[in-house]
């Protein structure tokens, strides 16, 4: 019986195989890791850095304005309520203190401070909506061409929903009859959550127009001028495919 031969080419081509199938693995795994890291960069480093960047924004308008967080301070007892009017079933009619005007903010400076009791939010606003200089700090950014808090109008802001803070990850939970303060160092301004859209399109401008609506689902807004606060972030969550809007109307202020 003859023995089969082997070529010594044969064998140097199976172990240069081998080693570039080990060569390949080592390069997946390596890959791999490096994704897992920048994953864990993006969902929590981010995070932690721009919820510690805006707690200390927070504590400073406060020391600036020498006032007590919102929260504690809250818009209970004691906080003259604005006139009601007929317009959009019983929208406030602020006093002359309100409806003055506010100072323009600067870009990107953080002005005023929202919070949201439900959620546990406490977060600086800051003027504009700029990625880089204003979201991702951890801040919630004003819509440049809305109104400001108090005005007649829509005072509409946007924050991210997933990292730099996530400061609206959980606003779908929110429910007619939440409060939401802003705190200006002018004012305390309270909302109540009145309306929410689930889901439209990253375009529809509509939904923080004066009289918010929407322009691609036109059930869901409001037919009449009034006083309103809009939120809005990116859903379904870890996308920016379509944005989620939240409504309020303006119900009390108290001047500082």
Not at 26 to 45: P, S
Not at 76 to 92: F, K, Q
Not at 227 to 247: A, F, G
Request: aromatic share 8%.
């Amino acid at each position: 019986m003859r023995a089969p031969v082997v070529r010594h080419s044969t064998r140097r081509r199976r172990a240069v195989g081998r080693r570039v199938l080990w060569s390949c693995g080592e390069l997946l795994v390596t890959v791999g890791v490096v994704l897992l890291l920048l994953v864990a960069h993006q969902l929590w480093w981010t995070n932690r850095q721009a919820q510690q960047n805006a707690e200390r924004e927070v504590q400073a308008l406060e020391r600036e304005w020498g006032t007590a967080a919102p929260s504690e301070a809250g818009a209970g007892a004691g906080a003259p309520r604005v006139a009601a009017t007929p317009a959009e079933g019983g929208a406030p009619e602020p006093s002359a203190a309100l409806n003055s005007p506010h100072p323009q903010p600067s870009w990107s400076q953080a002005y005023a401070v929202l919070v949201i009791p439900r959620l546990g939010l406490r977060v600086p606003v800051a003027e504009g909506v700029s990625k880089p200089e204003v979201l991702n700090k951890g801040y919630v950014g004003h819509y440049e061409d809305s109104q400001q808090p108090g005005q007649a109008g829509n005072f509409a802001l946007a924050g991210h929903r997933n990292t730099h803070g996530e400061p609206f990850r959980y606003i779908n939970r929110l429910k007619p009859g939440d409060e939401i303060s802003v705190e200006t160092k002018a004012a305390l301004y309270t909302y109540v959550v009145d309306k929410t859209l689930p889901q439209t399109s990253a375009g529809d401008g509509g939904v923080i127009g004066a009289v918010p609506r929407s322009g691609v689902r036109p059930a869901y807004g409001y037919s009449e001028p009034g006083y309103y606060i809009t939120l809005t972030t990116c859903t379904p969550e870890y996308t920016s495919t379509y944005r989620l809007v939240v409504w309020g109307k303006l119900t009390s202020m108290r001047p500082r």
